[in-house]
């Protein structure tokens, strides 16, 4: 396999232990498995308990954070899609987690709350939370705490920077050769 290394392999259960690859090529497959790894916690120790897939977790969590929202705001703060939103916002809603109502100053825009049930499942994933953010940063000088921070934002904003007529830069730049 081009650009992997072997560095192992086990005949007797048939495993072959791979390096990743170096450069950014091996940064982008590290940043993809600590997204990988930090999900763990989320779907062994939540996701089937309360019936509460990532995304909604992830809104659920925003707008207890935030406070009342509007769907796109989410999508922004979350960096989940508009679509993902949509059905996530429709599972909360159904599962009476969330209400959305019109805002009466603006008839056009939706505003996401918090219920009762809502906040009760907030308070009670807000702690953990902040076990699995303490597991990851504990040891780490506040020096490299910055550092990571500073370049997470960077990273952020390059995916998130749009061209003139407003699209994706790092949708447009990625594209597969050949596309338009």
């Given at each position: 396999?081009?650009?992997?290394?072997?560095?192992?392999?086990?005949?007797?259960?048939?495993?072959?232990?791979?390096?990743?690859?170096?450069?950014?090529?091996?940064?982008?497959?590290?940043?993809?498995?600590?997204?990988?790894?930090?999900?763990?916690?989320?779907?062994?120790?939540?996701?089937?308990?309360?019936?509460?897939?990532?995304?909604?977790?992830?809104?659920?969590?925003?707008?207890?954070?935030?406070?009342?929202?509007?769907?796109?705001?989410?999508?922004?703060?979350?960096?989940?899609?508009?679509?993902?939103?949509?059905?996530?916002?429709?599972?909360?809603?159904?599962?009476?987690?969330?209400?959305?109502?019109?805002?009466?100053?603006?008839?056009?825009?939706?505003?996401?709350?918090?219920?009762?049930?809502?906040?009760?499942?907030?308070?009670?994933?807000?702690?953990?939370?902040?076990?699995?953010?303490?597991?990851?940063?504990?040891?780490?000088?506040?020096?490299?705490?910055?550092?990571?921070?500073a370049i997470l934002g960077?990273?952020?904003?390059?995916?998130?920077?749009?061209?003139?007529?407003?699209?994706?830069?790092?949708?447009?730049?990625?594209?597969?050769?050949?596309?338009?």
């Open positions: 396999m081009r650009g992997w290394t072997l560095v192992e392999a086990d005949t007797d259960d048939r495993r072959l232990v791979l390096s990743e690859p170096e450069g950014r090529v091996g940064t982008l497959h590290r940043l993809l498995k600590l997204n990988n790894r930090l999900l763990a916690p989320f779907s062994t120790h939540l996701a089937h308990r309360y019936a509460i897939s990532l995304n909604e977790f992830r809104l659920l969590m925003a707008i207890g954070r935030l406070g009342a929202s509007a769907s796109h705001e989410l999508a922004e703060h979350t960096g989940v899609n508009a679509m993902s939103v949509s059905r996530a916002v429709s599972t909360l809603e159904r599962h009476g987690r969330i209400t959305v109502e019109t805002d009466p100053a603006n008839r056009r825009r939706k505003v996401l709350r918090l219920t009762g049930e809502g906040e009760r499942l907030y308070e009670v994933m807000l702690p953990h939370t902040q076990v699995v953010a303490d597991y990851l940063l504990r040891g780490m000088a506040d020096e490299d705490l910055a550092t990571l921070d960077k990273l952020i904003a390059r995916l998130e920077a749009t061209d003139t007529e407003g699209r994706s830069q790092f949708i447009e730049e990625t594209k597969p050769a050949g596309e338009g």
